[in-house]
């Protein structure tokens, strides 16, 4: 890592500390004036020199124009009105109701060349207002950036929001979002960067399913292969907002944090608050710009590197609520025959739990259900040589429960006289009472211990509204979610092991914040491989496959109805963390061998695939869907091709093969497991192009990745999956004219 600061002054004389940061072929350029809070002046490409970053203040300097401030309008890394800064509020603070309106000046800045940390100290002397700007580049060259401001006055500082900013080029003028619902989370929706701005928020206490996981500015037409484009994602799993502005002053932006409500964050003399981070990541195209979100990710995970992810059997869409001992056994041994590693039991198994309106928060085993307390179950699956884990709503609780009826006050309430809307039968528990934390903590440990439990399903199936806690009287959406956190913590660490999944409904919560505390997220409740296509490759945008749940579901959608093979349902879940969402007992036995060959050659892959850079082809197709994972070192990769309707195109054409190395040659093949033909064409054999059927077609990345190759013509709501394996080492390219 390059990490250098330089000091000089601008044109007009004011004193400048300007400080260069390199790494993975990415480079950030800040500015910082004494007076006013930093500028980035440069993201993107390395320069030819950082010290050019002390001209490039006095390059992107604006003049002056008519109609506005004698000081023109540049925004800092927080802008302010002292800048001036006159559209959305970024850094709204007030004392004794009264709004402040902060010029900071800049005392102290501090560069770490050893992690990339640059922290830059301010204050307003005069509104008793203390400031610290961090920014630090991460793996492979990913960028975060969060303020922390403290009260050094003697009346409580009221926050009521802050978004700090990344400037983007003035050529990014195309937006791309995601949006969704439950059972349809993370579509893609884009358009124009307007004149104004565009904000992505949720008030659910949960990034919720209409999260965008990543907001990206581009140049237009920016694709997974090209575009130069910059992204950010906001590290917070409660309520928060991402946005782009811009307006005819000055550049775009893309900005973020925390949404917070009156009275949430009030500091007493000495007391900060710290914004959550705020992610920014660069790239040519949005795999390359993912792969440094994957890769910071990956970093703070050593265990999926250790440990290669189990494949897991999780039992909710198999027995419902409908729970016995025998049937949990008998799902056991099939999940074992098949080579499933981790069994998991869901929802259903504690006191009074027949449906979804009552027990919650009583978290001791149904004894009607289970006369052994569950240890027949959790002793027989240990007993087929895999993990165990159980699910539990640790942060809700039915009204119809011994718990509610013990303590009405452990519920997050608007006043003592009313209490929220009800969802699914439930209220949500305040965690941020020790006494309820302690109660929840106590039973889950407890449990941990008792059955050895191996894995947790996290769920949490109700938004948070009207979130007041009785214990503080205040809004407790902040302090509720990291509680939450710590509750994940605490446990992880009492359990040495114990791995988490965020589950919310499905794929409520998934965001950077959470993705620290937990192993796993699942992904969407709906299985469905036909809707999973997309929703898989929304998520993967921010959260790399091997931490993404994909279960092979019954051959009739749980949650739409649809009929699927058992290769599509299969390849849909290839490259991701593999699972089982179907009664095994009642699956035919042909599809169980199926089933067995497919979890066989992922375990052989899994632990290739979960150091794979996720590539995704564009295709001017709408009906068909190109996704992979390439080995760093561009050695081999495996893809999946998925004809999700019929296409114009008779038969298919070709499709292109991103992220190999355009000067090796590569054999492309089928894999092992590619289900039975007949069902997948109708016809054996006379639909697959030459290359399937031979075995190899021996191409250079070149050709692959600009030309491509002719995909099986398949019929819709099938998936075909083969691999590229490099067969002669890179040359070079002889770019010589020759003339007879």
Not at 83 to 94: L, T
Not at 174 to 196: D, I
Not at 506 to 514: A, F, L, Q, T, Y
Not at 726 to 739: A, E, F, G, L, Q
């Amino acid at each position: 890592m390059i990490a250098r600061q330089y000091e000089g002054a601008s044109a007009s004389g004011a004193d400048l500390t300007s400080f260069y940061i390199e790494d993975y072929g990415v480079s950030i350029a800040v500015v910082v004036p004494r007076e006013g809070l930093p500028r980035i002046v440069h993201w993107g490409a390395p320069l030819a020199d950082g010290r050019e970053s002390l001209a490039m203040f006095d390059a992107q300097y604006p003049q002056s124009v008519g109609g506005e401030l004698d000081t023109a309008i540049w925004p800092s890394v927080l802008p302010t009105q002292a800048e001036p800064w006159f559209w959305r509020s970024h850094c709204s603070m007030s004392r004794d109701g009264v709004e402040l309106y902060c010029r900071f000046v800049v005392g102290e800045c501090r560069l770490d060349d050893s992690n990339g940390l640059l922290e830059v100290f301010a204050s307003d002397l005069d509104q008793s207002v203390s400031l610290v700007w961090a920014l630090q580049m991460v793996e492979s060259g990913l960028l975060r950036q969060r303020v922390s401001v403290g009260n050094t006055g003697g009346h409580a500082l009221d926050i009521n929001g802050i978004q700090v900013a990344f400037p983007i080029p003035y050529d990014a003028d195309e937006v791309l979002s995601l949006s969704g619902r439950h059972l349809k989370e993370r579509m893609p929706q884009r358009h124009s960067m307007p004149m104004g701005r565009f904000e992505k928020t949720s008030e659910a206490g949960r990034p919720d399913f209409d999260a965008s996981l990543l907001l990206v500015a581009g140049e237009r037409g920016f694709g997974f292969e090209h575009g130069r484009l910059h992204a950010i994602s906001l590290a917070w799993s409660g309520n928060g907002a991402i946005a782009a502005e811009k307006n005819g002053y000055t550049c775009p932006i893309l900005c973020g944090g925390e949404l917070l409500h009156s009275g949430e964050i009030s500091l007493e003399q000495g007391q900060n608050y710290a914004t959550p981070w705020l992610y920014g990541t660069y790239g040519n195209g949005l795999n390359e710009a993912s792969s440094r979100l994957h890769a910071h990710i990956r970093a703070t995970h050593p265990n999926l590197r250790n440990k290669p992810r189990p494949v897991t059997l999780n039992t909710w869409e198999a027995v419902l609520f409908n729970h016995s001992p025998k049937l949990m056994r008998d799902l056991a041994d099939k999940a074992a025959q098949v080579g499933v590693e981790r069994f998991v039991v869901d929802d259903g198994w504690f006191a009074g739990r027949r449906n979804d309106r009552a027990g919650l928060g009583d978290w001791h085993v149904d004894r009607a259900v289970y006369p052994q307390e569950l240890h027949e179950v959790a002793d027989y699956v240990h007993d087929l040589d895999m993990e165990f884990g159980l699910w539990f709503e640790p942060e809700m609780v039915n009204p119809d429960s011994d718990l509610f009826r013990k303590h009405p006050g452990w519920v997050l309430r608007p006043s003592s006289a009313r209490m929220p809307m009800s969802g699914r039968s439930q209220q949500v528990l305040d965690l941020t009472n020790p006494q309820a934390y302690d109660y929840i903590h106590t039973e889950i440990d407890t449990l941990i211990g008792e059955l050895g439990i191996d894995y947790i399903k996290w769920d949490h199936n109700r938004p948070l509204s009207e979130a007041i806690s009785p214990y503080s009287g205040r809004p407790a959406v902040h302090e509720q979610t990291l509680a939450v956190w710590k509750l994940m913590d605490d446990l992880k660490a009492a359990h040495p092991g114990l791995e988490i999944e965020s589950c919310a409904s499905g794929g409520g919560r998934v965001d950077m914040g959470i993705l620290e505390h937990v192993d796993r997220v699942w992904v969407s409740d709906c299985v469905d491989p036909l809707e999973r296509a997309d929703i898989q490759r929304g998520t993967s945008l921010l959260v790399p496959p091997e931490m993404m749940g994909q279960h092979v579901g019954a051959a009739k959608s749980f949650t739409t109805g649809r009929h699927t093979t058992d290769s599509m349902r299969m390849a849909m879940t290839l490259f991701g963390h593999m699972g089982v969402e179907c009664n095994l007992t009642k699956v035919p036995e042909k599809s169980l061998s199926r089933l067995e060959h497919w979890i066989k050659m992922h375990r052989s892959l899994r632990q290739e695939f979960s150091k794979a850079k996720v590539v995704h082809g564009d295709t001017a197709d709408p009906a068909v869907r190109i996704d992979g994972l390439v080995k760093l070192d561009r050695s081999h990769a495996w893809y999946r091709f998925i004809q999700l309707e019929t296409s114009l195109n008779y038969p298919a054409a070709l499709i292109r093969l991103p992220g190999l190395d355009p000067d090796a040659t590569y054999d492309v093949k089928p894999m092992e497991i590619v289900g039975d033909m007949d069902d997948e064409t109708g016809e054996r054999g006379a639909r697959f192009p030459n290359w399937w059927i031979d075995g190899s077609a021996p191409l250079s990345g070149v050709a692959l990745g600009q030309t491509g190759i002719r995909p099986p013509q398949i019929y819709p709501g099938r998936a075909m999956v083969f691999e590229a394996i490099r067969c002669h080492s890179p040359r070079r390219r002889d770019n010589k004219i020759h003339k007879k």
